[in-house]
């Protein structure tokens, strides 16, 4: 994530000093009274998600598999949006009770809640403690690049920000290295946690002991001995071990690496004097309806008047299973970056196969926009947006503050 659309200087400050201080609605569909599945509003403070749809799956006595939902909302913040839950009766989510977490019932479906499946993300943010010096002059130059397009990066959340490592894992399991993919996930040490964890991390790494580092982990960083259990029985069998995660954590590690593929696109766009809203020939165009199209020299000047009034988009298209024609510039970018990580389509389809998930390859938009409204109170600002499922909140923020990307923790 190397450029910023605005010359503007930053306004510092920090995201998420309370969890109030970043609120995420979901916009869902339409939520039908018929089908198997139970459509529930979770509303959530304090809980990654994949952690809460793990007890809410053991306080059900069901499998999480069983569990569905459209986005993977943030944990330091408070979210609301659907999950759907395979056979299940609304009294026993009634008789569920857990800290911070509140679930309410609200029809049900045919099919469960997948990936993209709501239509979009309210966002009510905070940032808190601000650069005073000349502050609301800089917010009221960075709110109208928002409305015009700033590059639509993968957010920190996807590679992490405690441990950013969460694609390289995905780029091992790409390769087939699984002993490197669980090494990384478990015995990497990264400097912003705490101390006695990154001993832990380096002693396993060092020692291979599964049986020490399990009793030495603490017992909230239950995927990480997940994979420390099944080594103690089962030494040696790295794929065996990953298969004890959950499969949209697994699949989680692949996409992040096709993210970042995105994010280093379109940043070597943006370093070669791309534009994020003006086509050249080669460009991919993105249509609200899913249709795709080519700039051409004979469309480019079409092609920028439909970008402009925003009947489509620029787009890159990350790579995946699925053969694609090469023939922009940023094309040959993404080319040249799977050549240098010797990862082709096979590869996404073997690890399709070990993952139980998909990896097609999609379009992305490169420029993300929004009508913002932001407001000066003191040295903290506020802002209210709205973004299309995929699109980060924090790429948003990110435009003010230009900060260091701990402080958007």
């Known amino acids: 994530m190397r450029y910023y659309a605005s010359d503007a200087p930053g306004i510092g400050g920090r995201l998420r000093t309370t969890a109030e201080d970043f609120i995420v609605d979901e916009i869902p569909g339409d939520v039908g009274n018929e089908g198997p599945y139970l459509i529930c509003r979770l509303t959530k403070k304090e809980w990654d998600l994949q952690r809460a749809v793990k007890e809410l799956a053991k306080r059900l006595g069901i499998s999480h598999r069983r569990i569905g939902w459209g986005g993977t909302k943030d944990k330091h913040a408070i979210t609301t949006q659907l999950i759907s839950l395979y056979s299940i009766s609304p009294e026993e989510i009634e008789a569920v009770h857990m800290k ?24 009510a943010i905070v940032i808190r403690d601000a650069d005073p010096e000349d502050l609301g002059g800089r917010v009221s130059a960075v709110t109208p690049c928002i409305g015009e397009g700033v590059p639509n990066y993968y957010g920190l959340q996807r590679f992490g920000v405690i441990r950013p490592l969460t694609h390289i894992v995905g780029e091992q399991i790409l390769r087939g290295d699984y002993e490197a993919a669980v090494l990384t996930y478990v015995g990497r040490a990264c400097p912003l946690e705490p101390e006695g964890v990154q001993e ?18 603490p017992a909230q960083m239950s995927y990480e ?20 995660l959950p499969p949209k954590l697994l ?16 940043s070597m766009r943006l370093e070669d004097e791309g534009s994020l809203t003006t086509p050249e020939p080669g460009d991919r165009l993105l249509f609200p309806n899913g249709r795709e199209d080519r700039v051409t020299a004979v469309n480019q000047g ?47 389809r073997e690890a399709a196969a070990f993952v139980h998930t998909r990896f097609e390859g999609a379009l992305r938009p490169i420029a993300l926009r929004s009508a913002v409204e932001a407001g000066v109170t003191g040295n903290d ?12 909140a924090t790429t948003v923020c990110r435009e003010y503050m230009k900060a260091d990307p701990v402080m958007m923790i």
């Open 100 to 123: 911070d977490l509140a679930i309410e019932v609200v029809g049900r479906s045919k099919e469960a809640l997948s990936l993209g499946a709501h239509l979009g993300n309210r966002f």
């Open 225 to 244: 001995r997940a994979l420390l259990h099944h080594l103690s029985v089962n030494p040696g069998d790295y794929a065996g071990a990953l298969q004890n």
């Open 251 to 266: 699949s989680l590690f692949v996409s992040a690496f096709q993210s970042y593929l995105f994010n280093m696109a379109l």
């Open 302 to 348: 079409a092609a920028a008047i439909h970008v402009g009034r925003g009947r489509c988009h620029i787009a890159i298209f990350i790579p995946g299973g699925a053969a694609y024609t090469r023939e922009g510039e940023t094309d040959r970018y993404i080319a040249g970056l799977m050549e240098e990580f010797a990862i082709d389509g096979d590869r996404f």
């Open 200 to 217: 832990v991390r380096r002693a396993f790494a060092g020692d291979l002991d599964a049986v020490a580092a399990i009793r030495h982990l």
């Open 381 to 392: 600002v506020s802002l209210g947006f709205t973004l299309p499922p995929g699109h980060y």
